[in-house]
Every structure is written in C-alpha cells, then in structure tokens.
C-alpha cells in the first residue's frame, strides 16, 4: 500500500480472510506509526552585528526543504526570545537600543509543524548603544555669496543633521541630514547674508547635542 504524501501520525491494521464472499474472523489491531520526512539540521550557524541590525545566516541542512526556520536567542543560557522566519537561510534583525551583552542563537528548520534537529549555537555580541558627542571646531563664513560651515567629525556619527534660520535654533532656511561630511556649503547667497547655523551628529543610536554658529 502506498501512503499518500503528507499523512503522519499514529494508526492501527487489521486484517480479516475472506473465502469467497464470506468474511472470516479479524485479526486483533496492529499499530504503526507513519513518522513525516525531517528537515536537516542547519550547520555553520553565524551571527553578526553592523550598527543596530543583527545578521543570522546558516547552511541549511539534508533532508526535505524546510518551509519555515525557528531561532531562539539565549544570554547566559537563559531563553530570552524567538523569531520564526521563512525558508530561506538568512535574517536580518533590527536590535532596539538598550540592549547589550553576549547572546547565543540557535537554528531549527521545520517543516509544516514539524521541527528538525537544531543546530548548534553560535555566539554573538551587542555593544551598548551609545549616541555620537556633539561635534567641535564648528566654523561659518560667508565669501563672495558663498557660505561654507565646517566641523571637526564626531566619533560615531554616521550622518549630520544640519539647520539654518535667521534666529538661534530656526530651521526655515535650511533643515535636512546632510551625511557622513564634515562641511556644508551654499553658493548664490546675496550680499549682507546672515543666519545662525545648527549642526547635529546622529547615528543609529541617536543625536547629540546642538552646536550652533553664527554666519555672515
């Protein structure tokens, strides 16, 4: 007999002669159990940090294609969470400030609702999330209708959010993330031209203070 794909699970046969037309007495139950194909284990587990996004990646393992994988995260061996992603052996997790310390990771594929073997943990470390210093040596000036501001960069910032308005701390000239630089600059400026400038450094952490320059 042929069991049809998909069907698992524990059952009983009996069987029962038959002469001719005429049925003799059953058998008494026999049991069996149909165990579904396993997913493989998932080898070569690896985790990594780049600013706030953990990446998890691993070989997936013989056996029938899993159709989802489970990952368990562990810090000091105690369970702290799970995430359930799709076939495919790579995920990228945002990780929310605040959190930090060495974790491990394992890897379970699973088919339907069935779960492999798991794989062996892998190590990782989230470094405590620390906004950038503002920055220093701030400097504006106004040439020939151009104005050029520069700073010394911030350890950490990955990006700059620059202002500029005719008041202290006023954003209606100017107000956007300018990058990973360390000068702005506007040409076409006409004569007498003044504004106070405002430059933060941000990262994936947050912002630092304000650093505010006159110019003219």
């Keep these: ?9 524990t059952f009983s046969a009996t069987v029962t002669p038959y002469l001719g037309a005429i049925s003799g007495p059953a058998s008494a139950p026999v049991a069996f159990t149909i165990v579904p194909p396993l997913p493989g284990r998932p080898t070569d587990v690896q985790a990594s940090m ?12 013989s056996g029938v294609a899993p159709s989802c994988h489970v990952l368990r995260f562990y810090q000091d061996s105690v369970f702290v969470t799970s995430l359930t992603t799709g076939g495919a052996p790579l995920v990228r997790v945002p990780i929310p400030g605040g959190i930090a310390g060495t974790f491990t990771v394992t890897v379970t594929a699973v088919v339907g609702t069935t779960p492999g073997p798991t794989s062996a943990p892998a190590s990782f470390t989230i470094a405590e999330c620390v906004a950038p210093v503002p920055v220093t040596g701030l400097t504006g000036a106004v040439v020939a209708g151009t104005g050029t501001v520069s700073w010394n960069p911030s350890p950490g910032a990955t990006s700059y959010a620059v202002q500029a308005g005719a008041s202290q701390g006023g954003t209606e000239l ?3 993330t300018v990058g990973d630089v360390a000068s702005v600059s506007a040409s076409g400026l006409p004569s007498g031209f003044m504004a106070w400038v405002r430059v933060i450094a941000v990262n994936a952490c947050g912002s630092s203070a304000p650093q505010d320059v006159f110019v003219q």
């Design 1 to 9: 007999m042929t069991i049809p794909p998909g069907v698992s699970g």
């Design 50 to 61: 780049s600013g706030a996004t953990l990446t998890v990646s691993w070989v997936i393992g």
């Design 174 to 176: 100017f107000d956007d």
